[in-house]
């Protein structure tokens, strides 16, 4: 046996390490049970993508009425040419809807802005001033020479992006005082404040609407009477202020200790101390999962229905009862759903940016 | 020394107790200043807000009190779990709602439970396709709120299935039709009484076995592997009852006429609402497990593997019960999350608790009453879970030295 025959049995057959079929081997076929899962899931999309493809486009009926529709048995996206604008806009008057679009884009705008770091600080509360102003304006009209519209008429879109954003807005002052509340060393202060969250984030919001929708006019004096998009809105700033509150909280604990002797050392006072010193600390370090929560709340708007109001789900919904077009569920559902993935997405992906953004000062 | 000297002065300064000065200045007087200060205010307030209340309730002559319990509810519910008829009473209507809320909670716990758990881990796998799927899911459903997915799930349960003649059958009698989902039930057989005691009896010789087998890996560190017992004596004996017993303990559901008989049927309401919190929760608790998972460190893996424990006490004795630790609070908030989340089913027409509560208002125009009960339903329910999953947490919480 010569010393080369040995070498020669000793080196391993040389595989790939590149390529697509080293990849496979790797990341596809990498064990029997891995090998058998990756042929049972090609079978299964291969059941399903060419009924899929076939549904969505080569059967599907783009132009047309519902008869043309149900004869062609595909999907049927001429219910959703005819029924967009509605869906959208809800029951705002046909010829004014540039001004809901306008108002589309502004929060939208507003919130891309608000999502750029350099603008934090002062600019932000410019940009949230004019940004909540213009849309405002577009919504209600009135003056300018724009026919006022009654909140009654607000629906779709505009409405769920409103009633998101503002909603967060309001409830921010009261969710970072029940924070500070839950924190503080004054039992009463302590006191209400874990009632009132724990309270509120023990129930369902379906419960705090409908609060809101029925009881919030027994609540007030004989006469006085609130708008239903405004009673929609209190219901949802309660309900979210709890949320808010626990995360902040969460932000403030992690704050040492030693911030606040210095701070007091300094001869701040309570306020100052909070203001100048904890908070501006504690908010940067939650900016991550408020996103998280405002995701969340914009999700949670879609159960304003129970109250009766149009946001982009009930008009979904209210598309589907024109007798015209029954049962086109899925077509309906499909693109509401596209436009609350396509918000909802943006925002966690921007959530998760940060949290690498704003941690790599804080990793070592 | 002159420093120290000077630092025990200060120290032994103020002499006995700090003299109490009543002024505005006085950090314990301001304190109590400003609880009294919010104490009253908030006081006022619900004073105003009941006394409006009381106002405009003595104008619209609606009555108050919880004396409407008491009365005939008048209203038939279409799922119950107890019997119940128009004539029963509104508090019997409270049980039913309350019943069904925690039976579609409860299944949607284990079921999301058991979703999730496999996401998680789908999520992690080695295999491309596997986990790229599992990302695709909890990226989608994540990301559409839970209402939109529960009316799609009602519109396919309804409208986007066939009647029940050309109803499907995905397994040999489970047939899904536009009446519901069919499922084979256990029949009314005495066998059963068989199969629950053989089952009481494998749960405890495997118990014994179990302690016998500690014991002697204690003495002589041989230890036996402990499955075949147990899948034995749990699963197998009850199971040879059964077939024991021939093919009569199962209650098959069988087309007749127009409609199925026999068997045990999921309504589309409540298929429809237990699909979309399943789906939806599976998502989260998914995201959870994989963080849990990945939260132990890789030295734990290797430590283990070094020790020359297998794969299977790898995961059960060492990462398991370390994931389990990161897991199970947020998991909780996940349970709670769900049994809230079942009140949707007021849009889809499944009678739990809101649903029902909902319909008493309008029945007895008494809003607070109904809205006061659905919240302290709820609370009470998310208490006791948040309890329960507590003392859970306890036992597996990392006991420190």
Known sequence: MSVSETTQERVAPIRPTQGPVAWARANLFSTWYNSLLTLLIAYLLARAIP???????????????????????????????????????????????????????????????SADRRFWGRPLIYIWTVGLGFSALMMFGGILGLDYVPTELWGGLPLTLALSIVGLVASFPLGVLLALGRTSDLPVMRGLSVVYIELVRGVPLISILFMASVMLPLF???????????????????FSAAYVAEVVRAGLQ??????????????????QRQRLIILPQALALVIPPLVNSFIASFKDTSLVIVIGLLDLLST???????????????????FVGIIYFLFCYALSRYSRHLETVLGQGRRR | MTDRQATAKVAAAPPGPAAFHLSINNPTVRAILAQLGVGLAVALVAWYLVGNTMDNLARLSIASGFGFLDRQAGFQIGETLIEFGPQDLYSEAFLVGILNTLK??????????????????????????????AAFYVETVRNIPLLLQLFLWYGLLTEGL??????????????????????????????????????????????????????RQAATGKRLSMLPFGLGLIVGLPLLALLAGGGGAIDVPVLQGFNFRGGMTLSPEFAALLFGLVIYTAAFIGEIVRSG?????????????????????????????????????????????????????????????????????????????????????????????????????????????
């Open chain 2, 162 to 215: 066939p009647g029940p003649r050309q109803a499907f059958e995905p397994l040999p009698g489970v047939f899904l039709s536009n009446r519901g989902l069919k499922l084979p039930a256990p029949a009314d057989d005495p066998i059963w009484a068989w199969v629950a005691a053989l089952f009481g009896l494998g749960v405890i010789l495997t118990l014994v076995i179990a302690g016998w087998n500690a014991k």
């Open chain 2, 104 to 133: 579609v909670s409860g299944v949607g716990i284990l079921l999301a439970t058991i979703l999730g758990v496999v996401l998680g881990i789908a999520r992690l796998s080695s295999n491309w396709l596997v986990a790229r799927i």
């Open chain 1, 254 to 271: 992690a704050i040492p200790k030693g911030q606040v002797e210095a701070a007091k050392a300094l001869g701040l006072g309570y306020w």
């Open chain 2, 293 to 401: 998972i990945l939260a132990v460190p890789r030295g734990q893996t290797e430590a283990a593997t070094a020790l020359g424990l297998t794969r299977g006490q790898l995961l059960r004795l060492v990462v398991l019960p370390q994931a389990l630790r990161v897991i199970i609070p947020p998991t909780t908030n996940q349970y709670l999350n769900l049994t809230k989340n079942s009140s949707l089913a007021v849009t889809i027409g499944y009678p739990d608790f809101v649903s029902i509560a909902n319909t008493t208002i309008n029945q007895t125009g008494q809003a607070v009453e109904g809205v006061l009960s659905i919240m302290a339903a709820y609370l009470v329910i998310s208490l006791s879970l948040s309890f329960l999953m507590n003392w859970y947490n306890s036992r597996v919480a990392l006991v420190e030295r």
């Open chain 1, 220 to 238: 007030l004096p004989a006469g006085v009477s609130i708008d239903k998009v405004l009673r929609a809105l209190i219901g949802i700033c309660l």
């Open chain 1, 51 to 113: 009924g899929i493809i076939d549904w969505a486009l080569i059967k599907a009926n783009w132009t047309g009425d519902a008869a043309a529709c149900r004869a062609a048995g595909g999907a049927c996206w001429a219910f959703l040419a005819e029924k967009w604008r509605f869906i959208l806009f809800g029951t705002f008057p046909d010829d004014q809807h540039w001004r809901p679009t306008l108002a589309i884009l502004t929060m939208i705008g507003t919130l891309v802005l």
């Open chain 1, 316 to 334: 979904a919904k209210a598309a589907l009862t024109d007798p015209a077009w029954r049962g086109f569920y899925k077509e309906a559902y499909l």
